[in-house]
Every structure is written in C-alpha cells, then in structure tokens.
C-alpha cells in the first residue's frame, strides 16, 4: 500500500505570494490533517479534513485555508506569505476522523519564504 | 499556549545504555498519547502508543510509562543503538492531536 505522498517537496516563495500544497492520503483513508513544523514549535495543528469537510481547526489565521476532493486528496493553501511561514509543512492521513489513534504522516514540503 | 510539552530539546546517550524521553501535558482530557520518531527528510513514524488507562505499554526495546497524577509521560529505549538516533515527538489526543516540541536524541556508538 502506497504511502502518503506530499507534492512538492520543497517550494521557495516570496512575502506576498500565495501558495498551494497537495497531499495524497494512503488509500482508503478519508482523514487528512495537515500541521506546521517549526523549530522550537514542534508540530502545530492547522485543520483536519473528512470526507470533503472541515472537522477541526488550529489556532491559525485565516490565510491558512484548505480543501478535500472526493477522492480524499487534499490542498493546503497560505495567501499572502510572510517571513514566519517558512515550515515544514506536513500531512498525516487516518481511517477515521478524531476516533483514531494513529496517523500516518507524509514526508512534507518544505517551504522557504524569502 | 503549549499543552504537550517536552522540555528537552536534546539528549546523548552510549550505545547499550538507556535513553529516557520525557513530556509532560497539561489537560487531563487527553485520552490517547503517542510517541513518533522523525528523521530528517521523512515525516514521523508511530512508535508506540499508550491509552489513559493504562500506566505502561511495552514494545520490544521501547516502553511508554504514564503518570497522569503528574501528568507525565516518557519514553524508555533498552538498550539504545545508533540507528534510535532520531528526533523523538510525544503527542497526546483527545478530539485531535497535540504535539510536542521534539527531542533530539543522539545515540553514541
């Protein structure tokens, strides 16, 4: 079974700029979670998609937005890109949304905000 | 504000001893706790998991211990090798989850 797959993985932008992320859940999951890694921060929850819905949402502001396709695969975008935003940014996938205990993460894109 | 929390961002260790991982959380809603292990370029992996009611959970070499009174959780590596070299995350859950800052951990051959 194919792993989560996240495309790109490495993305430079300048402040201003907007920016799209995708991530491909393993198949058969319909949770997408998306998270912002940065050092000192550890991973911070951005949302959670399932079944094309927004479940749950992090402490972020509303240049963070995302979507799911019925096919599960899911799109982060960032509008308007600031200094700060530069992450790793990561997916994790799961069967179920918020009953699961386990998450399996992509390897994540990597973006440089100059 | 920071409810799981590791304060440890590094740790060295010899290879053959043991490495303990610590974290401590603050709402004791949390119902689920988790540690994954990250490389660099690769997402985190699950290691090992532990439920609320429980107080230990055990997994080969690793083993998850649960002090809610304290709100505490850690993580034991017996023995430690190279290849444990790795940044450690803890993560606990209750609608979603929360995770840690990472702990380096440097095992010295």
């Known amino acids: 079974k194919a792993g989560v797959t996240q495309t790109p993985r490495y993305l430079i932008k300048t402040r201003g700029q907007q920016v799209t992320l995708s991530c491909s859940p393993i198949?058969?999951?319909?949770?997408v979670s998306w998270y912002q890694q940065t050092p000192g921060q550890g991973l911070q929850f951005l949302f959670e998609y399932f079944s094309e819905t927004q479940r749950n949402k992090g402490n972020f502001p509303g240049r963070f937005s995302g979507r799911q396709f019925s096919n599960s695969r899911s799109e982060m975008n960032v509008s308007t890109l600031e200094l700060g935003d530069s992450a790793l940014y990561l997916c994790?996938?799961?069967?179920?949304?918020?009953?699961?205990?386990?998450?399996?993460f992509g390897p994540g894109t990597r973006l440089t905000v100059l | 504000d920071q409810q799981v929390k590791q304060n440890s961002p590094s740790l060295s260790v010899q290879e053959g001893r043991i490495s303990i991982l610590n974290c401590d959380y603050t709402n004791s809603m949390f119902d689920y706790f988790l540690w994954y292990k990250k490389y660099p370029a690769e997402g985190p992996t699950f290691l090992i998991s532990i439920s609320s009611i429980k107080d230990k959970n055990e997994d080969g070499r690793f083993t998850v211990f649960l002090n809610k009174s304290a709100k505490h959780l850690s993580l034991h590596i017996v023995p430690s090798q190279p290849g444990d070299s790795a940044v450690y995350f803890c993560?606990?859950?209750?609608?979603?989850?929360?995770f840690g800052t990472g702990t380096s951990l440097t095992v010295i051959p």
């Open positions: 198949s058969g999951h319909r949770s």
């Open positions: 994790a996938s799961s069967f179920k949304s918020g009953t699961d205990n386990e998450q399996f």
């Open positions: 993560a606990a859950k209750d609608y979603q989850f929360y």
